[in-house]
């Protein structure tokens, strides 16, 4: 059974970097066709769907946050990394790693969740 389980600090100031690991345990992230995902939720808002790294390394990122995203992993950690650059307080979210079933921006797709992680940027 796979687990997903988010980590990284709670608390970060605007304008720094946001960094979340996401760790796999019960299957490995490297397993044909799935794709490692980060998603989050503003407080009050919907879904919004952050990007994603497939199983062989390909990476899709929103676009609207393509220029300040970078999705990495450690295969030896089986392990994936989020990195939000110049953040401010609209990035203020509970963000989720889930994995998807193929490498799709397809809610639907998602089939495993982490229990998700509030990051808090403060001004």
């Known amino acids: 059974q796979v687990q997903l389980q988010e980590s990284g600090p709670g608390l970060v100031k605007a304008s720094q970097t946001l960094s979340l690991t996401c760790t796999v345990s019960?299957?490995?992230?490297?397993?044909?066709?799935?794709?490692w995902t980060w998603i989050r939720q503003p407080p009050g808002k919907g879904l919004e769907w952050v990007g994603l790294i497939a199983y062989d390394g390909s990476t899709i990122y929103s676009p609207s946050l393509k220029s300040r995203t970078s999705i990495s992993r450690d295969t030896s950690k089986n392990q994936f990394s989020l990195r939000l650059t110049s953040v401010t307080p609209y990035d203020t979210a509970v963000y989720y790693c889930a994995r998807a079933r193929g490498p799709t921006m397809n809610y639907r797709y998602l089939e495993v969740w982490g229990q998700g992680t509030l990051v808090t940027v403060s001004a």
């Open positions: 019960g299957g490995s992230i490297t397993t044909n066709y799935y794709a």
